[in-house]
């Protein structure tokens, strides 16, 4: 019987401010691309889980290859929630964030380097997050 409590976890930050931004929305097309957003979040999260597992076991499997397919997912979902005006403009740094730190983690997992797949997806995890949180900011909705 899996233990959820004991599942790793690569994006904390990101299922959690995308769950408030969900909760809190009352902009019914931003809410929808919250909800896909949080569903691309839980896809790659899992993927992420399934590749430390083989990274730790030593294997090559298939999570390997199809991580980067789900981080560029969720990539597309925050910007389709972000906005694409505001992503390829004002918001390019965190765009490029975001993209470098997709690198990180496709390379670790090239190189089989648990460190590395394991720093790179915190980088990973606080673009993704600050992204969420900042269009909340912009667009006036706060957590009571």
């Known amino acids: 019987m899996p233990y959820p409590a004991r ?81 390829y403009g004002e918001g390019s740094v965190h765009r490029r964030r975001v993209a470098d730190a997709e690198d990180r983690i496709a390379e670790a997992v090239r190189d089989g380097d648990g460190a590395e797949f394991a720093e790179a997806f915190i980088g990973y995890d606080q673009a993704l997050a600050t992204v969420i949180v900042g269009v909340r900011s912009r667009m006036g909705i706060t957590t009571p």
Request: contains cysteine.
């Open 7 to 87: 599942e790793p976890t690569f994006l904390p930050l990101t299922v959690s401010a995308v769950g408030l931004a969900v909760r809190d929305s009352n902009d019914i097309p931003l809410a929808r691309a919250a909800e896909t957003v949080r569903l691309q979040a839980e896809t790659a999260n899992s993927a992420a889980a399934d590749c430390w597992t083989a990274m730790l076991a030593g294997c090559d499997c298939p999570s390997g290859r199809a991580l980067p397919v789900r981080l560029r997912e969720l990539t597309e979902a925050i910007a389709t929630y972000a906005g694409m005006r505001w992503w």
